[in-house]
């Protein structure tokens, strides 16, 4: 079942993690510890390679509206559990240019021994080039190396929250181009003549899309600022410059530490994050060693902003 056709308001969801139980107090099976008020919780007492009761389902629909991204330890799943853990949560993206695993073509591999993974140490959303961009991700870690390799996930509801009246109300009626070609240029991505003509046929199905600057979310109906370093190329109607500024002034605001949080892996670590909510980060510091990761991408909703109107959403 899709966690967007839920449509849950998180001001009535009846939770002690919402209402503020301690850290770690054990809810039924899952036990849940909070990292910050703003964004991470690392959920146990779930093993992810079984299938997921109905109940699970809806508890770890309510933890990921409420922490936004969400930490597994000592998971042993393989890429087919991954996807059906992925899949109960929506049906599954497959990407345009990662490659992906065999006997799941649904997840995709970054490994740094395989593809160019700058990409992802700049702060992105996911896939935020397309019309609809995904949901959330499912992140598993194959292979780390012996030091460095975390990744920072960072709030866009308490970065949207942090500002000014007078820029939440600059911002709200803005819309931005977002194109997979800043992340994923030719130079890089269209090396043998194969490549290419993929790079040349996504291009062709995937122009810029405009997206709201502050999106709503279609579940909680919090606003967050919708704009990344990864996909974000200019600001509708702005000068150049103008554009350039309040985006550098956006991705800065958006990185700052008090929004977010940094998750150093160990081996059988899962992360579950919801995309239309947060931004991240994976650091660049661990060369030469070899790092491996499975991901897959959970589909999402068209995203509106202040400007549209209820029937506009679907
Ligand atoms: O490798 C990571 O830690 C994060 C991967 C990432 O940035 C992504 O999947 O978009």
């Excluded at 046929?201 to 990344?228: D, G, M, S, Y």
Aim: charged content about 20%.
């Amino acid at each position: 079942m899709s966690l967007s056709s839920h449509h849950l308001d998180i001001s009535r969801i009846s939770s002690p993690i919402l209402h503020g139980a301690k850290p770690g107090i054990d809810t039924g099976q899952m036990s849940v510890t909070p990292l910050s008020p703003a964004i991470g919780a690392i959920v146990s007492g779930i093993n992810l390679a079984q299938p997921l009761t109905s109940e699970a389902e809806n508890r770890l629909r309510e933890l990921l509206l409420r922490h936004q991204v969400l930490f597994f330890r000592n998971q042993t799943i393989t890429p087919r559990e991954q996807r059906d853990f992925a899949q109960h949560f929506g049906p599954l993206h497959l990407h345009p240019i990662y490659p992906t695993v065999a006997e799941a073509p649904e997840i995709i591999v970054l490994d740094t021994e395989q593809n160019d993974l700058k990409d992802n140490a700049l702060w992105h959303t996911d896939v935020t080039f397309s019309q609809t961009p995904p949901l959330g991700a499912v992140l598993a870690a194959r292979h780390l190396p012996p030091s460095g390799g975390d990744t920072l996930w960072a709030s866009a509801t308490a970065a949207y929250d942090a500002l000014s009246d007078g820029m939440k109300q600059r911002l709200e009626h803005l819309t931005a181009l977002h194109d997979f070609t800043h992340s994923f240029p030719l130079s890089r991505f269209g090396r043998t003549e194969a490549e290419k003509e993929k790079w040349l046929r996504t291009r062709e199905q995937l122009p810029p899309v405009e997206h709201p600057v502050i999106r709503i979310h279609p579940e909680t109906n919090k606003r967050a600022i919708f704009v990344n370093e990864g996909f974000t190329t200019e600001v509708c109607g702005l000068e150049i410059e103008e554009s350039a500024a309040l985006l550098r002034f956006l991705f800065q605001h958006l990185s700052k530490p008090e929004f977010s949080v940094r998750w150093t892996w160990q081996e059988g670590d899962v992360a579950f994050w919801d995309n239309r909510a947060t931004q991240h980060y994976a650091v660049d510091d661990y060369r030469p060693h070899r790092r491996i990761m499975h991901r897959a991408t959970i589909l999402g909703d068209r995203p509106f902003g202040p400007d549209i109107t209820q029937q506009q959403k679907h």
